[in-house]
């Protein structure tokens, strides 16, 4: 089993900035994917960023140049860094363990809400 323990949502205007952190604890493979999903209301879950332990990274298109996903120095801890924030990046994120380079999560944190005010 994996526990992931996020951190970090609220409420910004938007143009703003909010950092997510999520750390993962349990039976962690030494290479792993970790990342994030969003759902909005009324929307499919969608994936918005991931992370190889090998430092390889994806972005959704809609948030490339806006977002950047890292790891912490332990390795079992992600990032998000979200910048130049829009009404339409307002969901609920959350994020995921994949074991390997799995591109389907194996575990699920609890979400963070993110709403962006115009």
């Known amino acids: 089993q994996v526990q992931l323990v996020e951190s970090g949502g609220g409420l910004v205007q938007a143009g703003g900035s909010l950092r997510l952190s999520c750390a993962a604890s349990?039976?962690?493979?030494?290479?792993?994917?970790m990342g994030w999903y969003r759902q909005a209301p009324g929307k499919q879950r969608e994936l918005v960023a991931g992370?190889?332990?090998?430092?390889?990274?994806n972005y959704a298109d809609s948030v490339k140049g806006r977002f950047t996903i890292s790891r912490g120095n332990a390795k079992n801890t992600v990032y998000l860094q979200m910048d130049l924030l829009k009404p339409e990046d307002t969901a609920v994120y959350y994020c995921?363990?994949?074991?390997?380079?799995?591109?389907?999560?194996?575990?699920w944190g609890q979400g963070t809400q993110v709403t962006v005010s115009s």
């Open positions: 995921y363990y994949a074991h390997l380079r799995r591109t389907t999560p194996d575990y």
């Open positions: 349990g039976s962690i493979l030494s290479m792993n994917t």
């Open positions: 992370i190889v332990s090998g430092g390889s990274t």
